[in-house]
């Protein structure tokens, strides 16, 4: 058996309008990697301008600093109050 990678397209399933930007893996109705495939790595940026998501300097929930788990984001954390909008893709492995 080979195994192979691919990305997904950039997802952006919540906006940080309420409490937090929530982009978890898991929170997905259809998962982005699909039935068949796991998820084993992240990308994430700000939506509006592409910036890289440790170049932000936001606080990020531990275990979802962009990670195949996702990212999470909540406004209390945040110095001005409010998470940027970020968006996401993930590294898909199928066997």
């Avoid at 939506?47 to 984001?73: F, P, R």
């Amino acid at each position: 058996l080979s195994a192979s990678y691919n990305w997904t397209g950039w997802y952006d399933r919540d906006d940080p309008t309420g409490v937090a930007d929530f982009e978890v893996y898991v929170d997905y109705a259809t998962p982005p990697c699909g039935s068949n495939a796991k998820p084993v790595g992240a990308d994430c940026r700000v939506k509006t301008t592409g910036l890289v998501w440790y170049s932000a300097n936001q606080v990020l929930l531990d275990c979802y600093e962009c990670s195949a788990k996702g990212l999470a984001c909540f406004n209390k954390y945040q110095t001005n109050g409010q998470c940027q909008d970020y968006e996401i893709r993930f590294l898909c492995l199928s066997q």
